[in-house]
């Protein structure tokens, strides 16, 4: 299992209500682990993060989403809570930088409520995948198959439901992202 992440560009893709420990924590074990990460958002300045329902720390954006482009990284994250998912799959361009993800078949990553983003860009059905419990509904309806573990892979996809499952999910970017692009991404797209 590779642990290193040296050289490899990481964007987390996040707008205001995001969960905090979602985008913090792997945020963390991503560079620990040697990657460059690269917070963006819609907006430029600062984002907001909730601890569950209360507001939580303001996050630096790193670039604004009209100025990404998908090829600049090797692997997407998307972190959950209620509004961030809600934000970004109402946002064009948000939903079609994570599908160029799929597109070149690099490893993306969402947590919670994140999948709701990939709903959104078309690319789950027939994957594996887990996702919030009030969410996994959607994602059975989108053509997902859903399964109510910590973590679920799938060619280059890590899913998982929710903050308890940090350590588990962590562990498993860090192993996708290293191993780099998937065929199966690019299947999922088509």
């Given amino acids: 299992m590779a642990t290193r992440l040296d050289g490899r560009k990481i964007a987390i893709l996040a707008a205001d ?20 990460v690269t917070v963006v958002s819609p907006k430029s ?3 907001r993060g909730f601890n569950h329902d209360k507001p939580g720390d303001d996050v630096p954006v790193d670039q604004e989403l009209a100025s990404a482009n998908a090829g600049s990284f090797d692997a997407l994250l998307i972190p959950g809570g209620l509004f961030n998912p809600d934000e970004l799959r109402r946002d064009r361009k948000a939903v079609a930088f ?6 070149a078949g690099k490893p993306v990553a969402a947590i919670c409520h994140g ?7 078309g690319v789950v059905k027939g994957r594996r995948m887990t996702g919030f419990e009030a969410i996994q ?7 997902a198959i859903v399964s109510d573990e910590a973590v679920v892979t799938d060619q280059g996809l890590v899913t998982s439901r929710k903050p308890d499952d940090i350590p ?3 562990a498993k970017i ?17």
């Fill in 45 to 47: 300045g600062s984002i």
């Fill in 98 to 103: 994570a599908k160029a993800f799929f597109d």
């Fill in 17 to 36: 209500g995001f969960e905090q420990v979602e985008l913090t924590e792997p945020m963390k074990a991503l560079k620990a682990a040697g990657a460059t």
């Fill in 137 to 143: 509904i959607d994602l059975r309806n989108a053509g």
């Fill in 168 to 170: 588990a999910f962590n």
């Fill in 115 to 121: 999948p709701q983003v990939l709903i959104t860009a």
């Fill in 174 to 190: 860090i192993e996708e992202f290293a191993e780099g692009r998937h065929d199966g991404q690019r299947r999922s797209a088509a």
